[in-house]
């Protein structure tokens, strides 16, 4: 099992940056692709970025391919997104997610998740 913490959200302009965080605890994180995503109010959730165990693979959603960039640090059992260019429509929660036999692009390919981190964009 592994418990998943994300940090890092906040208040931004349009055009302004953030970087997410989400740190894990629990079992080997390398044992765990990770992925990114995100709820907007009144829409489901969807996904945004993914990356393999070791990091060599990445995958976005088309809406933030080119402005988002995810990476992962094993040593420090973290996952980060690194959010660039940002729009008022990327307001939402942003939640992490673990799978440990896939990359998790799909909510149900996911198993673990975290609680969310709010981000708010403004025009």
């Known amino acids: 099992q592994v418990q998943l913490v994300e940090s890092g959200g906040g208040l931004v302009q349009a055009g302004g940056s953030l970087r997410l965080s989400c740190a894990a605890s629990g079992r080997t994180f390398s044992s765990y692709a990770m992925g990114w995503f995100r709820q907007a109010p009144g829409k489901e959730r969807e996904f945004v970025a993914a990356?393999?165990?070791?990091?060599?693979?990445?995958y976005y959603a088309d809406s933030v391919k080119g402005r988002f960039t995810i990476s992962r640090d094993n040593a420090k059992n973290t996952v980060y997104l690194q959010m660039n260019s940002l729009k008022p429509e990327d307001t939402a929660v942003y939640y992490c997610?673990?799978?440990?036999?896939?990359?998790?692009?799909?909510?149900?390919?996911?198993?673990?998740w975290g609680q969310g981190t709010q981000v708010t964009v403004s025009s």
């Open positions: 990356i393999s165990w070791t990091g060599e693979r990445t």
């Open positions: 997610a673990a799978a440990s036999t896939t990359i998790p692009r799909r909510e149900y390919e996911s198993r673990y």
